[in-house]
């Protein structure tokens, strides 16, 4: 008797550059006997809520959240979004400089995410105000904040819609360390047999590629996720975050998140110092 193949729920945000990676699994263009995937589209600061609970078999995670869940998941080698050179931006209604924003008030996309992390370790001195990321503009063009910490799309349109720069932090960050800023991955349940975590790493790894090797049909599959892009902007935003690192970690992606998470412990960020462990 041929066996049942397991389901795997398989949590991600429903932004271009995750759809455009899981592409292939969320058509089934690429597939496996062992296995099939039920799809679950949330926010990545509820997936990285939720993993602390451990919900999903699969989620997309922030690296910064990796160190709360790290005793149920162990982090996947294909799926990482690493800003290299550039990343997370830090933005105001008006012209400011980075030490302008000490002790003011920041719009940030949750405190689990690696964008909250990367401007903590930058400056330590502000108020946090938690809020969704969509609405992270809206939050600045109020003035009910100074600033705000923008993450997915809003990178390539904020200038558009009269905000300022203030600071890139993945400009920063490899200018001060020289790597890339490991911002989101993939993480498996540590539960799963080892053939079944083999198995995931095979096909997201398959489905990337996949993407890449059929880029205009992906494209257009993960247009429907861009909000208030169009397809131009879409393809830069997705070029920017599914790149070579995407498609596997190697020694780069690693060195960087344990670089960014021992940081995080040094400065009191993170609660525990963890060693990063991933599977292919």
């Known amino acids: 008797m041929t066996p049942v193949p397991r389901e795997i729920v398989s949590a991600h945000s429903p932004d271009s550059d995750d759809a455009f990676m899981f592409y292939g699994l969320a058509t089934k263009k690429v597939r496996s006997s062992k296995v099939t995937f039920r799809h679950v589209l949330e926010d990545i600061e509820s997936l ?86 969509d609405k992270i503009l809206d939050a600045v063009r109020e003035r009910s904040v100074e600033a705000g910490l923008i993450i997915h799309e809003a990178q390539l349109t904020y200038d558009r819609e009269g905000f300022h720069r203030v600071l890139d932090l993945g400009k920063w960050w490899k200018g001060k360390h020289g790597l890339p800023l490991p911002l989101g991955g993939n993480a498996l349940l540590r539960s799963l047999p080892g053939d079944i975590q083999s198995e995931c790493c095979r096909l997201m790894r398959e489905s990337i590629q996949y993407a890449l090797d059929n880029h205009d049909e992906a494209l257009s599959y993960a247009l429907q996720f861009a909000r208030d892009m169009d397809s ?49």
């Open 232 to 280: 131009r902007l879409a393809e830069k935003f997705v070029g920017m975050y599914v790149n070579h690192y995407t498609l596997d970690a190697g020694d780069v992606v690693p060195a960087a998140v344990q670089k960014l998470l021992d940081m995080g412990y040094e400065a009191g960020l993170i609660p525990r110092r963890v060693q990063v462990e991933f599977v292919r």
């Open 48 to 133: 990285n809520r939720k993993a602390v609970d451990g919900l999903y078999d699969l989620s997309a995670i922030s690296y910064h959240a990796y160190p709360y869940v790290a005793d149920k998941y162990v982090l996947m080698s294909s799926g990482s979004s690493i800003g290299d050179g550039y990343g997370p931006m830090l933005v105001a209604a008006r012209p400011a400089e980075p030490e302008d924003l000490a002790g003011k008030r920041i719009a940030v996309p949750g405190k689990l995410t690696t964008a909250y992390l990367a401007l903590k370790l930058f400056q330590p001195d502000f108020e946090a105000v938690v809020t969704p990321f």
